[in-house]
């Protein structure tokens, strides 16, 4: 098996009804459906562990690639082969390009900001939710982006349609679960739908997906990052 477990490296499984289980890197109790076989359950805070230098890495990057930047940020020792880590990786990639490219952000309080809702996004949405939290990210940042509150008209709906945007390439191509397939997915539909909306370009070249080796669930051909696709 490839990566799976942090701990222990065994096949991961989802309970259809959460519980209450402990940390076992950190031993802190939280509601979850998700452990692997052998019983290890990993919290979210743990699973994100470093998660706080991408606000360095970021404001470090002169790069208006969406894509370029969410790799450099994938390669990093905190982000893993799946986890919610890529709830915040693909907001925060999105918002840097934006900056980079021209657009109007004052970009390390956005990212603080980008990182604290995505934070609040667990693993495993995608299947229990529904909407996954890579799709989730780039709504996030159109919303950071248009300053959306709940009682907007126009910023709350463009937040809305980027989700959806974002879900609906995500959703068309199905599981099972791939965070990196997943949020290439999602910068592809943000970058069209921010020159759409803002009339700002942010170049985004062909992707061949280097973790293919690392997913257990790789789609193989059929995923359109596929190197053999």
């Known amino acids: 098996m490839k990566e799976e477990c942090l701990l222990c490296g065994a096949p991961l499984e989802y309970l259809t009804r959460g519980r209450k289980m402990e940390c076992a890197l950190c031993h802190k109790k939280e509601r979850s459906k998700t452990r692997c076989i052998k019983g ?20 470090e990057t002169t790069s208006a690639n969406p894509v ?3 790799d450099h940020l994938m390669a990093q020792p905190f982000c893993h082969m799946h986890g ?48 996954c939290g890579a799709g989730i990210s780039t709504g996030m940042s159109l919303s950071i982006l248009s300053n959306a509150t709940p009682l907007s008209k126009e910023p709350l709906g463009l937040s809305n349609q980027m989700t959806a945007r974002a879900l609906d390439a995500i959703g068309t191509i199905g599981g099972p ?12 539909a943000a970058a069209a739908f921010v020159e759409e909306r803002f009339h700002l370009s942010m170049p985004v070249p062909a992707i061949r997906c280097a973790y293919a080796g690392q997913n257990n669930q790789c789609l193989g051909k059929v995923c359109p990052f596929s190197p053999g696709s």
């Open 177 to 188: 679960r791939c965070c990196k397939r997943n949020s290439y997915l999602s910068l592809l």
């Open 40 to 59: 290890h359950f990993i919290c979210n805070q743990c699973h994100t562990k470093g998660i706080d230098q991408v606000l360095t890495l970021c404001l």
């Open 84 to 131: 919610p880590e890529h709830h915040i990786l693909v907001g925060a990639s999105l918002l840097t390009a934006y900056r980079n490219a021209g657009g109007e952000i004052d970009l390390a309080p956005a990212l603080v900001e980008l990182q604290r809702r995505g934070q609040h996004v667990p693993g495993g949405v995608c299947g229990f939710w529904g909407a």
């Open 68 to 70: 370029e930047i969410l």
